[in-house]
């Protein structure tokens, strides 16, 4: 008998599902009621060539701890992913069947129940190995599988049949008398419905078509049928190598390298997100447009389409959005362009009115004018008129009147028309002024969540998606759900899976799961991809079951990560494993970013204005590209090279006058004014020796929320940033009083252009609206960067060049290939 070697599952790859961390399965101590565990199993043995060459083998637990308390999977543990210590166990010969407790027989392959502490489910695994221990003892190796409880989206299991079940890579080595009834699993595709699912399930217990992996709370596709099936007991020992093979099988490779993928961007903002998206798919080669943008905010929608004048923009709810495509595609029905619907239902019907009352379908008498209707220019849904009656409206051009006299009308009101609605819908169709299910490649977006927000003291902790202002992340997975798009990304604060114990963050990948998608989450820092500004924001990638699931580009920046990360979530952080062995560039800082731009004053008003010196530094110069030489950019350049919104937030006198007492040093602030003080416990008190000062408006110059701001602990009150600073991140409020805005060594806030640079906008990106509007435009904008470097993945994905594994190393001098 040779004694045996099974490959250890860590192979020191971060995207190797293998290198998750493994749950220590603790399962309870059957073995003391047994005195010869040997005689429990009838086994039969692995013919010799089977049997693996090397005299040890690891074990996924240690023996010692057979008799630890049981605890459930999937509770916090798992998903924070910590690895537990590994041991050799040498492996003195292998079977292939075993009769466990003399009543249930086992075979290789076979999926089973394993015993569980009191009150608690059976574990279900499947059986990959059946081996004896030196000690004599007879063990198996389990591959477990998770029920939607015991992964990362746990409350919302909900969401999720309870017949289904998820595959992951983790396997240990357990007593063999812990398993304690065979279990039929079935694996069924990916791409069907529950109901379709489950009667394939025939006899079985559950069914399982997608895989789940700890490291970036990955749920992705199976390998390939035979490869966690087979009886062989290699088959289920090296799964490495195989699992490449895998993706490569079911994703489609696609060669679409021109052709447009059609984007729509969700709660849009000005625009950041699908930007960068779009600026990092075509550098790959993929031509991603933004075909559609909603948002609810009137500034944001006009920034938007001025810099992206190819996108449908829609200055409307998401929720009224969703509503209006529902309605839309019954439209296109009804006119026959798609199948489906019921035939012309929104057509006159001819018997309707052949009594002739006097009054017309509006209510108007027929003795008043009727107006006639020249031209359907626009459609929505919701209360345009602010008549208290939602529904479908047309925007409507009248006859013999001009633009200033267009109204929104009622659809079911225009019954007479239909010849002009008619136009309007063919043309809307073959112009797609809305998506159909099945047009749009990418939905992109950040649901607003403010009922998360750590600022907001009000958050509805027990039942958050109860709370209206949460209620966008459900519209946002019902948008995914109607239009199935090839992928999608949503982003987030963090907060999305720290509050409520991360319950939003996990009704979000329950939703996309429940829907077929493969999904996985990570936390990205805006400066690790050459910012000088921390933010660290959830993203979200979610993937059609034909398409390969995006990868998250590793950080090309060194720049440390603020460890706001959730203990659950730490291995979703995006973050080199090595940070040694990465090769990173420098981080960058605040001068590094901004100290070109030529000063302002606090009363600047001037929207443009030249840039006046050189760019100094590599940041700068590739900030200041024109569109045309912008890696990425696809369109018409016909932008003037000036310098826009330079123009700060306008300081009140008083608050003024504050600043300019500030010194012009690092880490100055109301602290610096006369009459503070700093006690020895870093808290601020007056100066009983200097009179308190006062502004020529009366006010004090040290003003009282500055010293009670967090206890008189903080620094951030009129607080100069500085040149070698990173900031937190850069806010959508540009005022001074608790929060560090002020510039290096001008008496103002930054402009709205030096915001915008931190977040990595380019310069040739102009925004619209008041002051305070384009300010909040900007620090609501997922950093350019990074959304740059997600469009470089999701092109890698679509086009089927992705490599395997979670992430991924941009190619060197990324964007500038
Ligand atoms: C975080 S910002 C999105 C920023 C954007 N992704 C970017 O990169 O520029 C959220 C946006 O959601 C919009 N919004 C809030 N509630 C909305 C709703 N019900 N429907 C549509 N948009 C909404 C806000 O106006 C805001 O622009």
């Known amino acids: 008998m040779t004694n045996s070697k099974r490959k250890s599952s860590s192979n020191g790859n971060i995207a190797d599902p293998a290198s998750a961390s493994v749950p220590e399965k603790k399962i309870k ?182 895989s789940y992996l700890v490291p970036f709370s990955t749920f992705q596709n199976l390998p390939p049928d035979n490869e966690v099936d087979g009886n062989e007991s290699d088959s289920t020992i090296s799964s490495e190598s195989d699992s490449n093979v895998a993706v490569a099988k079911v994703m489609k490779i696609k060669d679409d390298k021109r052709s447009v993928m059609r984007m729509l961007d969700l709660y849009s903002g000005c625009g950041a997100m699908s930007t960068g998206l779009c600026l990092g798919a075509n550098i790959a080669n993929v031509n991603l447009v933004t075909r559609w943008a909603v948002d609810l905010n009137t500034y944001a929608c006009e920034s938007l389409k001025l810099n992206h004048p190819e996108t449908e923009v829609r200055n409307e709810s ?20 798609v199948g489906g619907g019921d035939p012309m239902s929104v057509e006159k019907d001819e018997t309707e009115n052949e009594e002739d009352d006097g009054v017309d379908d509006n209510g108007v008498g027929l003795d008043e004018e009727i107006f006639e209707v020249e031209k359907v220019l626009s459609i929505c849904y919701g209360d345009p008129k602010e008549i208290k009656k939602r529904g479908l409206y047309l925007k409507i051009r009248w006859k013999n009147y001009g633009p200033e006299e267009d109204t929104w009308e009622p659809i079911d009101g225009l ?79 963090v907060d999305i899976v720290k509050f409520a114990k991360g319950f939003l963050g996990r009704y979000a990948l329950g939703r996309l799961v429940s829907m077929n998608y493969q999904a996985r989450v990570g936390l990205m820092t805006a400066g690790s991809y050459g910012l000088p500004q921390f933010r660290m924001r959830m993203f979200m990638w979610g993937a059609r079951p034909s398409e390969k699931l995006p990868q998250y580009p590793l950080p090309t920046h060194n720049v440390v990560t603020r460890g706001v990360s959730p203990v659950e979530f730490d291995s979703n952080a995006v973050i080199h494993d090595d940070i040694k062995g990465a090769e990173l560039e420098k981080e960058l800082y605040i001068g590094d970013a901004i100290s070109d731009l030529p000063p302002v004053s606090n009363d600047e008003e001037r929207d443009k204005i030249p840039y006046g010196d050189t760019p100094k530094t590599e940041f ?97 009150p009129f607080a100069r940033l500085w040149w070698d600073e990173i900031v937190p991140t850069v806010v959508t409020r540009a005022e001074p009083h608790n929060q560090a805005i002020l510039h290096p060594l001008q008496d103002r806030v930054l402009t709205i252009r ?28 997922v950093a350019v960067p990074v959304a740059r470097a997600l469009g470089y993945s999701l092109a890698m994905s679509c086009k089927g060049t992705a490599t395997e594994g979670a992430v991924f190393i941009l190619p060197k001098k990324f964007p500038n290939l």
């Open 318 to 337: 998401a929720e009224d959005f969703l509503l209006l495509l529902k309605e839309w595609e019954k439209l296109c029905q009804s006119f026959s362009l």
């Open 620 to 716: 700068q110069k590739f900030i200041r590209l024109k569109k045309k030489d912008m890696p990425g950019f696809v369109g018409i350049d016909s932008s003037d090279h000036l310098l826009y919104d330079h123009q700060p937030y306008k300081l009140n006198e008083d608050d003024y006058q504050r600043s300019c007492q500030i010194p012009k040093r690092k880490g100055a602030c109301f602290r610096d004014l006369k009459g503070v003080r700093v006690r020895d416990d870093n808290r601020v008190e007056w100066d009983p020796d200097v009179e308190r000062v006062y502004l020529p408006s009366g006010k004090p110059l040290v003003p009282d929320y500055a010293m009670s701001f967090v206890e008189g602990r903080s620094t951030k």
């Open 29 to 210: 101590g059957v073995k003391e009621e047994k005195e010869d565990l040997s005689n429990a199993a009838v086994v039969v043995e692995v013919p010799a060539s089977n049997d693996r060459d090397s005299p040890v083998r690891i074990s996924g637990r240690k023996t010692e701890k057979k008799e630890e308390k049981t605890k459930t999977i999937g509770s916090a543990e798992i998903a924070k992913g910590t690895e537990p210590p590994k041991e050799f166990i040498q492996a003195k010969r292998h079977f292939t069947e075993a009769l466990v407790d003399g009543r249930v027989h086992f075979k290789l392959g076979d999926d089973g129940y394993v015993q569980a502490g009191e009150g608690e489910d059976s574990y279900i695994c499947r059986v990959v190995e059946m081996f004896e221990g030196l000690d004599g003892e007879s063990y198996f190796c389990a591959q477990w599988f998770y029920r939607a409880k015991d992964t990362v989206i746990q409350a919302c299991s909900n969401l999720i049949d309870d017949k289904r079940v998820f595959l992951s890579e983790i396997k240990d080595d357990n007593p063999l008398d812990c398993l304690i009834e065979k279990l039929k699993i079935v694996r069924v595709p990916l791409d069907a419905e529950v109901g379709t699912k489950r009667s394939m399930l025939s006899n079985g217990n559950y069914y399982y078509d997608m």
């Open 415 to 493: 019954g007479d028309c239909q010849d002009k609605i008619k136009q309007f819908v063919v043309e809307g169709f073959s112009s797609k002024i809305l998506p159909l299910p099945g047009d749009v490649d990418v939905i992109c977006g950040g649901p607003p969540c403010q009922g998360i927000s750590g600022f907001n003291r009000f958050r509805n902790k027990e039942s958050p998606l109860d709370d209206e202002k949460n209620k966008q992340l459900v519209v946002y997975m019902d948008i995914v759900e109607y239009l199935k798009p090839r992928f999608a990304l949503m982003e987030n604060v």
């Open 754 to 781: 030096e915001n915008a640079r931190l977040q990595g906008f380019p310069d040739y990106y102009k925004l619209l609206g008041p002051i305070k509007e384009r300010y909040m435009q900007v620090g609501n904008a």
